[in-house]
């Protein structure tokens, strides 16, 4: 059974694993899992960023919303979750794609995640930045561009060496910064609720009704605007499933961290919206929500009212200063950690430069993958910071739509892999029905974000007569496109498909000759001549007899 030398040899694939990148299996149980997903999305910040602007959208509705936005997150978490048990790659998106559609179009998901996780990055920074002077009294260095930028890098450098020290220590601080975050949400919203059914809220208050969970009475133009505002928040989940190859039973438990997050989060949004709204109003005075005045921060708009100047009072105030931090804080590191597995997971199919597959030999994390990270977000932040404040400010918005593109992808691609093996209605239902609804509703949401950002009047910036939101996005895809082409000149070895094998989990003999075979069959994992990668127990199936 000699074999040629010179052929490819594709890592060792086999249904249900993944290829073995050097990560430290089994650091992380389905609770850590779970804290994860819920800390990416930095829940705090991002209705204290986004709840305002939500309102002056569609009012009272805003929790409506918040359920509306929760269904098409639930439908690509089951994609990710069904995936995930085929194989728990931390690749994902771009694994997944690659394998249904081709490498193309695996390396264009795995660069929306890059993509969107760098930008993102500098808004979470600056927050971070800013809330750090903010909780020791220094307000006009908060507001400041230059001491933010320097506070926003200090986190950055920190968050990275953090993740850079391993799975186990990251995990560590988001149980912390996810409990102090979750604590204070839970007493905002106790705290305005019994205020407002007490009589003691401020004028302009309103009593919760079951009618603003529905969705009715809005105008498309609102409901598109505020749905695509919602969907921003929910984004994030998908690291509980970055990190599948750390995990004890990476089949499951990450798949069903996504599920249990993203469900998780509806409910913290749905009960602070519902408490923030009767409390605060909608009015476009005074502390209503409908005031633009408040919708960059309403926390910090509301807290001091909230909570009162009594003692008790005045720590809730402190804390919910602290939880907006601690949530920028923990989104910042839950970022770098999902996209440098993702970099490194390509750089293993031979996507990206080999270097970035290295592994530490002590902490077992991607050192050149969670480094660059780091060093990418921080040249990207200072250098928008430089241009402008506006830029920066719609290229968050922008991100929207780096999602949509990602999240949308994993959906087709679920549906598309498992459309020949649904053996049972809860195949049909899980694997292909309601992924390919959360892919068609994230495509719609893509299409949406196009009109509504390419409108000059939207954002802040415009470029030739078209919104800079929608240049930001669309460039940045194009960017991937100019850099996937020439990383296919330098090595094409990935996107020929001789480094990521389709198949059934076969394992064959390394550089076997073609045979005759169905259009449609396939072989997966290629075994070296001294069968040095062939499992334990497993045998080769040699095609040649």
């Known amino acids: 059974m000699s074999t040629s030398s010179s052929a490819p040899v594709a890592p060792v694939r086999v249904e249900g694993e993944a290829v073995d990148k050097g990560l430290k299996r089994g650091a992380l149980g389905l609770v850590s899992s779970i804290v994860l997903g819920v800390s990416s999305t930095a829940p705090a910040y991002a209705l204290a ?9 569609v009012g009272v509705k805003a929790p409506a919303i918040m359920l509306l936005a929760f269904v098409p997150m639930y439908l690509i978490a089951v994609a990710y979750a069904e995936l995930n048990k085929r194989e728990p790659d931390c690749g994902t998106t771009f694994t997944w794609a690659a394998r249904a559609f081709g490498p ?18 500098a808004n979470l920074a600056q927050i971070a930045g800013a809330y750090s002077y903010r909780l020791v009294g220094l307000d006009s260095l908060a507001e400041s561009a230059l001491w933010t930028t320097v506070a926003g890098v200090v986190w950055i450098a920190l968050m990275t060496w953090i993740c850079y020290r391993g799975i186990e220590p990251t995990a560590r601080v988001q149980n912390v910064l996810l409990t102090v ?74 798949g069903r961290a996504a599920i249990i997050s993203t469900v998780l989060l509806v409910g913290i949004y749905t009960v602070v919206s519902i408490a923030t709204v009767a409390f605060a109003g909608v009015g476009t005075e005074g502390l209503g929500l409908g005031n633009e005045a408040n919708a960059d921060d309403v926390f910090n708009a509301l807290g001091t009212t909230v909570f009162g100047d009594g003692a008790l009072g005045r720590v809730f105030e402190a804390l919910l200063i602290i939880s907006v931090l601690t949530s ?7 970022t770098i ?22 592994i530490h030999p002590r902490y077992f994390t991607p050192t050149v993958s969670t480094v660059w990270m780091g060093l990418v977000s921080i040249a990207f932040y200072v250098g928008l910071t430089l241009v402008s404040e506006n830029v920066l400010i719609d290229s968050i918005t922008a991100t929207g739509m780096l999602i949509a593109f990602y999240y949308g992808l994993t959906g087709f691609a679920c549906a598309w892999e498992f459309r020949r093996s649904l053996h049972s209605v809860r195949d049909v239902l899980m694997r292909f029905v309601l992924p390919g609804l959360g892919g068609l509703f994230m495509l719609a949401v893509f299409v949406l974000a196009c009109v509504e950002y390419a ?16 240049v930001i996005g669309v460039g940045a895809l194009l960017l991937g496109l100019v850099l996937m082409f020439a990383w296919n000149a330098v090595a094409p070895a990935f ?23 169905l259009p449609d069959s396939s072989e997966a994992t290629v075994i070296a001549p001294d069968r040095s990668n062939l499992p334990p127990g497993r045998e080769p199936f040699d095609p040649r007899g």
């Open 455 to 470: 409108d000059p009047d939207y954002g802040e910036t415009v470029f030739h007569g078209v919104g800079g939101v929608f």
């Open 328 to 334: 920028a804080a923990a989104c910042t590191q839950t």
């Open 337 to 358: 950690l999902p996209t440098a597995r993702g970099s490194l997971s390509m750089a293993a199919y031979g996507a990206l430069p080999t270097s970035f597959a290295r």
């Open 181 to 254: 975050e979750v604590v204070v949400l839970v007493a905002f919203a106790v705290y305005a609720l019994v205020k407002v059914y007490s009589g003691t809220a401020p004028e302009g208050s309103l009593t919760p009704s079951l009618s603003w969970l529905v969705p009715s009475g809005i105008s498309w133009t609102s409901m598109t605007e505020a749905v695509l505002l919602a969907i921003f928040i929910y984004w994030g989940w998908d690291s509980a499933v970055a990190v599948n190859e750390e995990t004890a039973n990476p089949t499951r438990s990450p």
């Open 495 to 517: 996107f020929r498909g001789r480094t990521m094998l389709h198949g059934t989990g076969d394992l064959l003999l390394e550089a076997a000759p073609p045979t005759v075979a």
């Open 49 to 57: 960023a986004t709840l305002g602007f939500v309102v002056i959208a």
């Open 104 to 121: 193309r179009t695996g390396w264009m998901g795995g660069w929306g995640i890059i993509a969107a996780d760098v930008i993102v990055m």
